[in-house]
């Protein structure tokens, strides 16, 4: 596998390079609700709604894929490898932005730190899975756990 990415990448970099631009387009309109929402619950709830039309949508489980590629070529490529971590805290952050505003805003979340985490570990996960199973279920059933336990927040 490592030799068929690093092959892969070698033949197409400006193909690759292109894939990953488009590739944190998406991730960015995917974590607007997150990033400049006006509140906290509701925001990440607007998120699931993003990410479930993403699922569902011509190119579902297409970022999986993308995400792959990245950690395949990070140990390989220094530029790749910076951007996945960059990716990665970016989408914690934006987590932990949307708990913090529900926290200001009275909102019963729970730590925000480890919430982000937390969140950020089950979209990697649901990720893996629409691309694993891209025909099954699993991946919606995994969402609508993480909605259901958003929602739980409130009660």
């Keep these: 596998t490592e030799i068929y990415t690093l ?9 690759f390079e292109r894939v990953l631009r488009r590739y944190f387009e998406l991730a960015e309109e995917l ?3 997150l ?14 709604r993003r990410f479930r039309a ?21 140990g ?8 996945m971590v960059e ?9 932990r932005a949307a708990l913090r505003r529900g926290r200001d ?8 730190e480890s919430t982000s985490a937390l969140l950020l570990a089950t979209t990697i996960g ?3 899975t629409a691309r694993a199973s891209a025909a099954g279920p699993e991946a919606h059933d995994q969402l609508a756990a993480m909605e259901l336990l958003i929602n739980s927040w409130r009660h």
């Design 54 to 74: 993403q699922l569902n949508g011509r190119n579902g489980a297409a970022g999986c894929l993308v995400a792959t590629a990245m950690n395949a070529l990070s």
């Design 7 to 15: 092959s892969l990448h070698d033949a197409l970099p400006i193909s």
């Design 87 to 95: 990716h990665i805290n970016g989408r914690r952050d934006a987590f």
């Design 31 to 33: 974590m607007l609700p």
């Design 76 to 83: 390989c490529d220094e530029d790749i490898g910076q951007l």
């Design 35 to 48: 990033r400049h929402g006006q509140a906290g619950i509701d925001d990440l709830l607007v998120f699931i």
């Design 126 to 128: 649901i990720f893996t």
């Design 105 to 112: 805003l009275g909102e019963p979340v729970p730590d925000p």
